[in-house]
């Protein structure tokens, strides 16, 4: 298996109502997230990957919706218990957020080695559900973008 690469998307799914999707890890219990992913090979186009990664994760096929780049970056040090999927040495990871809007909440089909719940939620909750930092940052920033897009 090949190491994962340090950049990744982090793609928070969102109704226009601002419910938003949050998806419990298979490997955690309790660890609740929005659609995230590193990069298959540095020359993926990040929307690329946030397109996959959707697609993978939830089985919603976003290939006519549009995702919006925040022009959010963070950078944050890879939790211990997952270094081991990197490149020896590599301690931090750089994350790029993006958002896509759905009219209303959607089916979700969740890929069973990554995710063992999905679940809906008003943007507050959800942001107090998750359990990295950027993810529930991002989430709170969601009704100000929401209104500038």
């Not at 219990?29 to 993978?56: C, F, H, I, K």
């Not at 931090?92 to 809007?101: G, Q, Y």
């Not at 069973?112 to 942001?127: F, G, K, S, V």
Request: some cysteine; aromatic content about 8%; charged content about 25%.
């Amino acid at each position: 298996m090949s190491s994962k690469l340090p950049v990744s998307v982090l793609v928070v799914i969102h109704t226009a109502a601002l419910d938003v999707l949050l998806l419990e890890r298979a490997s955690h219990p309790g660890y609740w997230q929005s659609v995230t992913g590193s990069l298959d090979r540095l020359e993926e186009p990040l929307e690329g990957a946030a397109r996959r990664e959707v697609r993978e994760e939830t089985g919603i096929d976003a290939a006519s919706s549009r995702f919006l780049r925040w022009q959010v970056v963070n950078a944050f040090e890879i939790y211990a218990q997952w270094r081991r999927r990197f490149a020896p040495g590599t301690t931090h990871n750089t994350e790029h957020v993006f958002a896509l809007r759905l009219a209303g909440r959607v089916a979700v089909t969740l890929a069973a080695q990554e995710h063992r719940a999905q679940l809906w939620l008003p943007w507050r909750e959800a942001a107090e559900k998750c359990f990295s930092w950027s993810n529930r940052d991002a989430i709170r920033m969601l009704p100000a973008r929401s209104a500038a897009s």
